[in-house]
């Protein structure tokens, strides 16, 4: 059987190692620091769909991946032992009596765009553990949001891809110059200005996240989402809060922004103020310029290939990029969208529409 070497072991990474070992292929993931030492080792793991109106590609993509979810991550616990935590539990969000016609296109979106798979809907008598308090007594739900535990998932499929025989090799590090034929470069945003570096224009950043994890119990309620912070409750217990996205920073370690997130939750939700904080983490997220993934051929480089970019949305659209970059690696099979696609020099640049 083919081998394939993957470099880099955050959720990009060991998804496209999953899904080359789970089809046959011998693969070896190396990594320069730990399983999730990166990115993917945060505390929220939010699955949240983009808005179901004005349609395009990229949503049609990402719902794609949210509805693989479930069977994805069954077949990893059941194949390496290891509980990623993974649920659809849903979502529900304040609104105010004026973002009332917005939320109606909204449902009319998903009426139409999610196929009848999942659902939106506006409510004044919301049930759950965790209630954000709302202006005008409006909350906005949904059935498609899912989460996941970030470092519980991340070790849940290094276990399944070592069960199936698969190799994983941490506090190694690779350069391009040392990799041979049929290697995936997974290795987030130090990958993004390697990847700048060599084709001679910036390719991306890097954009610093923050955020916490509290010991409050509420695992079958929906998550929160206000203005940018996510409220995710996990199977273990706890429930994570974040994350700020920082264009601008000076180090990658925690500081005072996070206790602003943490103040944010607390006053949003009463029932965890005063809750134990278990886990403060900072982290540097890799954010492409398309803000969609980047992935495919690397430009001059035969048998090189990207997989990158999945700025807040990697775990959620780690099914799709998976089997994207599988079939382009394994099988020759390009189906990956023009807005993810990877481009050399001189290139015209793919924006986001």
Known sequence: MASITVIGAGIAGLSVAWEIIRRGYQVTVIEAKQVGAGSSGGTVGALAPHAPDSW??????????????????????????????????????????????????????????WQGK??????????????????????????????????????????????????????RSVTVADAGQRTIWATGAPGLTVLGDDLGRKQGQGVKGQSALVDFAAPETPQIYVDGLYIVPHADGTTGLGSTSENSFAHAQVDSGLDEV????????????GTEILKR??????????????????????????????????????PEMARMIADLVLEVRDAIPDLFRLQGRGETPITAG
Request: hydrophobic share 45%; aromatic share 8%.
């Open 56 to 113: 395009n590609l990229k949503k049609q993509v990402q719902f794609d991946s949210l509805m693989a979810a479930g069977q994805f991550w069954d077949e990893v616990a059941q194949t390496g032992g290891g509980d990623p935590g993974y649920a659809r539990t849903g979502r529900i969000q304040p609104v105010s009596v004026s973002d009332l016609d917005r939320m109606q296109a909204r449902i009319d979106g998903a009426a139409v765009n």
């Open 118 to 171: 999942a659902r939106i809907w506006l409510t004044r008598t919301p049930e759950a553990a965790l209630i954000p308090e709302s202006p005008d007594g409006w909350w906005l739900m949904d059935d498609l949001t899912a989460r996941v535990n970030p470092y519980r998932a991340c070790h849940a499929l290094a276990a399944a891809i070592r069960a199936k025989g698969g190799e994983i090799v941490t506090g």
């Open 262 to 273: 943490i103040a944010r939750a607390f006053k949003l939700c009463p029932a965890l103020a």
């Open 281 to 318: 983490w900072a982290g540097i997220r890799p954010r492409a310029r398309s803000r969609a993934p980047l992935m495919g051929v690397w430009p001059g480089r035969p048998g090189q290939f990207v997989l990158n970019g999945g700025f807040r949305i990697g775990f959620g659209m780690a």
